[in-house]
């Protein structure tokens, strides 16, 4: 059973950092897709940002130029690099992985992050 473990979130002020991660386990392949997803309150959970197993990568426009996203396969591990965080950043983020296959999508707990001076 593939579990996905979070961590990184917290409170910060505008304009500044924080790094989720997001440890895989439970697979023997490496995931065809990691990603993160993203739900504030009153709002549909939308798309943050994803990565391939061959390194292609989407943003969602709303953070582009301001977040990174990045995979090691050897651990099977997703990181989201958050600067220039503003507050409509505030949300729950949840991340998410496709096995190999493409058939099935295994989501985590998620984690809270809020931006707030």
């Known amino acids: 059973q593939v579990q996905l473990v979070e961590s990184g979130g917290g409170l910060v002020q505008p304009g500044g950092s924080l790094r989720l991660s997001c440890a895989a386990s439970g697979s023997r392949s490496s995931f065809s897709v990691m990603g993160w997803y993203r739900q504030a309150p009153g709002l549909e959970r939308e798309s943050v940002a994803g990565i391939t197993s061959v390194g292609s990568i989407h943003y969602a426009d709303s953070v582009k130029g301001r977040f990174t996203i990045s995979r090691d396969n050897a651990k099977n591990t997703v990181y989201l690099q958050m600067n220039g965080l503003k507050p409509e950043d505030t949300a729950v983020y949840y991340c998410?992985?496709?096995?190999?296959?493409?058939?099935?999508?295994?989501w985590g707990q998620g984690t809270q992050v809020t931006v707030s001076s």
């Open positions: 998410s992985v496709v096995d190999a296959f493409g058939r099935t999508r295994y």
